[in-house]
């Protein structure tokens, strides 16, 4: 007999899957036949490398465009990743602190990594061939990386983002629209002549402000800081606090420093800096300083507050 013959194991796996699918209503042998058809996975098909690799357009001859072009790629695929660690905690059942801690350490790990390899932008380019093909790039700035702003809105409630001159006009509870209303960032990209929105500003928001509005609905009880918040801090655990705080360091500290080296080494000039192609007073806004963005402000000392960005 033809059962006899086949390996036990096989048997019940053939048994499991007739089960899988017959739940589905469907018929397991014509899936079997589909197997029998099918090539086998490659590795440049399961990762797309001709895609990926087709995904770089310059829009200038400069060479070092490249590199601009891919660390922003780079720096994107890592955001991506940071946001996939917030979404699974943010939907974990039965969350403990083990999963919630592993998370954290990834997405500190990632940020050490963008915040490492920033050196990429700043001594990796000819300074001559940048202030070239930026000129193509306008009005395009890193300022509108959607994906950035999203980090911030799953990190944290929407108010400790809202623009810190504006937070005594405002309620933690104030509705989703008026705390976006007043985020930080709004407020930066103003025209250094006129104070009117920048052209990059206006186009990102016409591009993405539902989906942040939307965000912040879904993560305004699961954001981080509120996770951490309702099933944590009671504990006052020593590690996961600095944890959280290393994470808070990083995205808001250490990697906007690192940015910001980048916008000194290529736009800094005396006795007039260079414009940046988002149009921002970017001396003013950029350092950390200034905004004192902080995800979870509570786990930081009064002083540490006061002195946001400027021991680092
Ligand atoms: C030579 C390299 C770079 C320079 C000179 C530079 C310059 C700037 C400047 C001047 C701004 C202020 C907005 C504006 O007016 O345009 C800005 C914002 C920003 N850039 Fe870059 N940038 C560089 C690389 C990058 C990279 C690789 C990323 C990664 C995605 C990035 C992401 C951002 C983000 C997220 C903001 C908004 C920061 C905030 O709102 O606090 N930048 N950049």
């Not at 099918?38 to 490398?49: E, K, P, Q, R, S």
């Not at 465009?65 to 943010?90: N, P, R, S």
Request: charged letters at 25%.
């Amino acid at each position: 007999m033809l059962a006899q013959s086949v390996d036990p194991i096989l048997l019940e796996q053939l048994k499991k899957l007739q089960d899988k699918y017959a739940v589905m209503g469907q018929d397991l042998s014509s899936y079997l036949d589909g197997l029998l058809y099918a090539d086998y996975l490659t590795y440049w098909d399961y990762i797309h490398v001709d895609t990926l690799l087709s995904l770089q357009n310059p829009k200038t001859q400069f060479p070092d465009e490249q590199v601009f072009i891919v660390y922003h790629q780079i720096t994107e695929l890592y955001f991506k990743l940071i946001l996939t660690e917030i979404e699974q905690i943010a939907q974990k059942k039965d969350l403990t602190k083990t999963f919630f801690e592993a998370r954290l350490k990834r997405m500190i790990r990632y940020f050490q990594q963008l915040e490492n390899s920033f050196d990429i932008m700043v001594d990796g380019m000819e300074r001559e061939q940048f202030l070239k093909f930026r000129m193509s790039l306008l009005p395009a700035s890193g300022f509108q990386s959607a994906q950035y702003r999203m980090i911030e809105i799953c990190s944290t409630p929407l108010f400790n983002l809202v623009a810190e001159e504006e937070r005594k006009n405002i309620k933690p509870e104030s509705l989703i629209d008026e705390l976006i209303e007043n985020i930080y960032w709004r407020f930066g990209a103003t025209e250094l002549a006129s104070g009117k929105k920048t052209l990059t500003l206006k186009q990102f928001e016409e591009k993405y402000l539902q989906t942040f509005i939307k965000l912040g609905q879904d993560y305004a009880s699961t954001n981080l800081y509120t996770i951490y918040l309702s099933n944590f801090a009671h504990e006052k655990d020593e590690n996961l606090m600095n944890l959280m705080r290393q994470y808070d360091l990083l995205a808001n500290v250490k990697w906007r420093m690192a940015h910001l080296r980048s916008a000194g080494k290529y736009l800094q000039k005396s006795p007039e800096d260079i414009k940046a192609t988002g149009g921002t007073n970017w001396q003013k806004y950029l350092p950390p300083r200034f905004q004192r963005i902080m995800f979870f402000p509570d786990l930081w000392s009064n002083e540490e507050r006061e002195n946001w960005g400027r021991h680092v």
